[in-house]
């Protein structure tokens, strides 16, 4: 289900009229099935946040299970800011010292999430997913940080029609400018946003608009997206599934609802997520994340109290030069230094001071061994963590297998049986690590190929193979909507040229897609697929590429 400004007002508007003075009793955060419930007197709201599904609904009150967290407080309002996806539901405790919470439900992508936050400072109080990215920390304990606020025109005042039909002329031949940079716009609405009213008829015949293109069809439709006025809350049969929606869009065969919540429920009864994350498996991998969280922080603990080596070094040559002025058994003792100033050291009584500045000695060369080992174990410590949060992530989604995420755990994998008591499991390919730090997968054999392409990598992951030559399915993890970077890609495709039979030429062809478009023909050899569409790189093979990619734990 796609999440975009228009609907994410809707459903707050709609929420805003059966909750705005409602009493609530509890919360319920079922982390492992990413889904919250809140339990009012008046009714139930349950809101669904697993990436496969991602529907709300409201329906009668029950009683708050054990597991829930009690919290009395009055509803102030349901809101949603212009051309954002995010719902806040402000509260007022009946009691306690602290008086104002707010309930936040952030939609945006697929980093759909809830939070608890108290007032004053909008400090997390529970959360449905942990997360960091970039300059927020989602996570108990820290002052929540929204997502930036939209920056896209029109989010604050209408467009005249001649400023619209100035805005989609060009995107016409580039759609995603339009996504880009007009407000209320979504992968949903925008073909209908760009239809043009008779297109037999010219531009330059146009009246009404300086030329720019009169008879837009989507400008009406933008107004109300804007507005919310006039709503059709309707379902949306789309490639991607049914998608409740406020409006009726063109293009679309669609069901119509009295409203959008009847339209989502309905939604909701008829589809499930097929996908639901191993719980057992969660606490692995939560465990895992939580061991290495503890091991950054132990290790920016001791690089914060790396001393200078010298002040050691120092300490030790002055004790040395001044060791007659230096009495067995001294706990402290105060030298004048090199420069004149007075230099006090603490000192082992149980030592002689020879020994105490060997002592010295020894601290220094320990201060140098840490200021040399800990910067680079610290870097790899927390790519480890980062690569650790992101399993999480895809177990949660359910897009890895069991098998695969267990094998990519720190601990080692073990499996029975088939290996043998507990020998380790087996991938179907090597890891390699991009210049930009993206994970590629190389396979080993070609029914290793075939378990890569079909069972080791997400729909969205891009795909390389050499062009007319046999060789390695090459997978490099990918889920944006954009290409990947082109350094990523070239790094990639290098592989795919190397580990095919394609090797020795000076320049050779590699196709790539998204995995997506490859499919496998019925009865056809291991490793033997079919693109629907490919684009082609040409890459000169390096043979030092896989040492410099190669994948540091």
Known sequence: MIWDAALTSAVAKELNGHLRGARLRAHFFDWNRRKLTLFFRSHTLRWSLHPGEGWVTLSDAVEPPDESRRLAAEVLGVQALPDERVVRIPLRKIRGRVRRNSVILELITNQWNALVV???????????????????DLSVGQAYSPPDPSTRLGRDREFTPGEWAELVREPRENPNALLETVAFSSPLNLPALLEREG???????????????AGLAGYPLWLRLKSQESPEPCVLETPRGNQPYPFLIKGFTSTSFPTVLAAMEVVAEGSSTGSAPDHGLLDQVGRAVHQMRGRVKGLEREMAEAADPEVFRMKANLLLARLGEVKKGATEISLTGFHGEVVSLRLDPTLSPHENAEAFYREAARQERAQEKLPPLL??????????????????????????????????????????????VRLPYKRYRSSGGLEIRVGRGSSDNDALTFQHSRREDVWLHAREASGAHVVLRWTDDASPPARDLADAAGLAALHSKARHAGIVPVDWTRRKHVRKPRRTPPGTVVLEKATTLFVEPDPALPDRLAWQE
Do not use: D, F, Q, Y
Not at 118 to 125: A, F, N, V
Not at 199 to 213: L, R, V, Y
């Open 118 to 136: 108290e007032e004053p400072g909008e400090w997390i109080r529970h959360i449905l997913w942990t997360r960091r990215s970039g300059t927020r």
């Open 379 to 424: 870097e790899s410590t927390r790519r480890r963590l980062e690569e650790l949060e992101h399993l999480e992530e895809e177990v949660r989604e359910g897009t890895i297998s069991p098998e695969e995420a267990r094998a990519l755990l720190p601990a080692g994998p073990k499996r029975g049986r088939r290996g043998g008591p507990g020998s380790e």
């Open 199 to 213: 297109s037999s008829t010219s531009e330059s015949s146009e009246t009404g608009m300086g030329g720019a293109g």
